[in-house]
């Protein structure tokens, strides 16, 4: 299994609990991306989820080729691959106790191993209670979690997901994507769920809608089959001016696209999706949750809403358009 590479690099392994189409993933292939120049890296994914929702898996898979390892399930194949491998990094991207068996734990952490053992935590409600194995280091994906943390006395380091520099082509994003050059586009990125919270933009919607104005409100992101108590009724009474565009893997066409990037959500730990519009420069809309911390509020571009949905309107109207206010 193991390739010729120069064994004076590092052999780095992932371990992800599932590829299905979220946070987790894209924050892992974005690392995978930035370390694959540099180390030997592979990515073994503990669940196979489906094939609904797989952007990030097949982006991992198409770069890794026979470095991508899905094990379904199987905690001895875990052994295994250790075995074969023989990495100097073990990285677990999200705490081990929640997704592997603890026979196979004690194997993994035992005291005669020869790599190292890292682990992210993407959660915000996990319990510190809940954290029984200690890995060599943490590599935390906020200040607040690396807070939360830090008791345990494990070192650890924070490697956010980065906001980045980009340049839009907005003309020829909109024109690709079909959309009406006179009218202002409100874009929201995000599975659809009861703590991201889509139903109150749709009340945005419905008022704009009945102020007649030039305001298309487009969402990405899917509507899984385990949330569908939640969206279900939100689509049966969608407005007319809400467009759901489900799974994409050119979501960054929609930033380009976008006059505004509204986010609604109501818990979150470090949503990456923040980061991509800000990437993009479009002014960002959103609440200003504690997890957050004040990683926001000298940034450009960057409005807090609250739970006024009135004043929250007026805003974005005027960010829009002031006139419209």
Known sequence: MVSEYNQRIPRILYISPHLSTGGLPQYLWKKIESFN?????YCVE???LGDAYVVQRNR???LLGERFIPIFNDANRLLEIISDINPDIVHFEEFCESFVDDSVLSKIFSDDRKYLICETCHSSVTSIQSKIY???????VSKWIDQKFSSL??????????????????????????MDPNYKHIVNIGLFTPGKNQGEIFEY???????????????VGNTADNFKDYWGPLLENKPDNCFIWGERNDVDSFYQAADLFLFTSNFELNPLS???????????VFKRLDTYLDTYDDVNNVFYITNNRDTNLSLILNILNPEWK
């Open 46 to 48: 503990y669940s196979y």
């Open 274 to 284: 923040i980061k991509e519009a800000l990437s993009w420069k479009i002014p960002s």
């Open 153 to 178: 006395g494990v070192p650890s380091e924070i490697l956010e997901y980065p906001i980045e520099d980009l340049i839009a082509d907005k003309t020829e994003t909109m024109r690709s994507l079909g």
């Open 37 to 41: 120049d540099v180390a030997e890296v």
């Open 134 to 140: 200690r890995p060599d280091r943490f590599v935390m």
């Open 60 to 62: 991992i898979s198409n």
């Open 205 to 219: 919607a419905r008022e704009t809608l009945k102020r007649e104005l030039p305001i298309k409100y487009h969402f």
